[in-house]
């Protein structure tokens, strides 16, 4: 069943350490397939790109989906794609989640192997968007990002769904609300996006519909924009998140 209108979370979360198992779904993950309207057992897509496939990581979501009671469709490149139509696939899914990792490399592969305009084609058509980190960053205009190295640097060729950028992890790596806020204000970033561990933001179309949490505490979203144009003041403005069940 398609979401109502195109429909991104955007999150620096979804995972906890589950009963059984290493790895569980946490409330974030759930969300995006609640936002989807699935019935019965919703079908999730599952992209890798940007640790680039590895299968143990894998089978420690395949396992954490089926302690979930959904069924997970996989969708690699490595070492070749493992979909004859990935497009066709993705169009099958109730909802995508994308895993962190490198979005530079996600971005140069997901471009080369056409999943940029099959992601695109696949949220026009309801399919709830969604994933961590560089599975954040990479529904936007950019953000920022360690794939060129431990020295945090801003990455631009988002596929630009949203027109916005994104700061994920913003509560729990220091350097990251820092060179937020020097790159908006230099203008490298325009109207940027954040959230701490464990907050998603809900995208109707391009529109911010509202934050939301998987943890208790202080946790939250932040708006951050350069008033007055260049050499103007940045400003950031939090946004509580709505607690998830």
């Known amino acids: 069943m398609p979401a109502d209108s195109p429909t991104v979370l955007a999150t ?3 995972y906890r350490r589950g009963d059984r198992t290493p790895l569980a779904f946490d409330a974030l993950v759930r ?16 992209l890798g790109t940007a640790h680039g496939d590895q299968t143990h990581r894998l089978a420690l979501v395949q396992e954490a989906a089926r302690e979930t009671g959904v069924d997970l469709v996989p ?4 070492t070749m794609p493992n979909h004859a139509d990935p497009a066709a696939a993705l169009l099958s ?12 490399n996600l971005l140069a592969l997901w ?7 099959a992601l695109r084609e696949a949220w026009q058509a309801g399919v709830v968007l969604a994933g961590v980190s560089a599975g954040s960053i990479c529904w936007f ?18 596929l630009g769904l949203l027109p916005y950028a994104n700061g994920v992890h913003y509560d729990t790596e220091e350097r990251r609300r ?18 701490d561990d464990g907050v998603g933001l809900v995208y109707s179309g391009t529109t911010l519909v509202e934050a939301v949490t998987e943890r208790d505490g202080p946790a939250a979203a932040y708006r951050v924009v350069r008033e007055g144009g260049e050499g103007g003041t940045v400003i950031e403005e939090r946004i509580e998140p709505r607690r998830l069940p």
């Open 31 to 46: 969300h995006a397939l609640d936002l989807s309207g699935a019935t019965g057992r919703p079908r999730l897509a599952y």
């Open 75 to 78: 969708v690699t490149l490595f």
């Open 141 to 158: 205009t950019g953000g920022t990002t360690d794939s060129f190295g431990p020295e945090l640097r801003p990455v631009t060729n988002g």
């Open 178 to 195: 820092p060179l937020v806020h020097r790159l908006v204000g230099e203008g490298v970033l325009g109207e940027t996006h954040c959230t």
């Open 111 to 117: 471009r080369l192997h056409g999943l940029d305009d």
């Open 12 to 14: 620096s979360g979804g």
């Open 93 to 104: 899914v109730d909802a995508v989640w994308v895993d962190g990792g490198s979005v530079a």
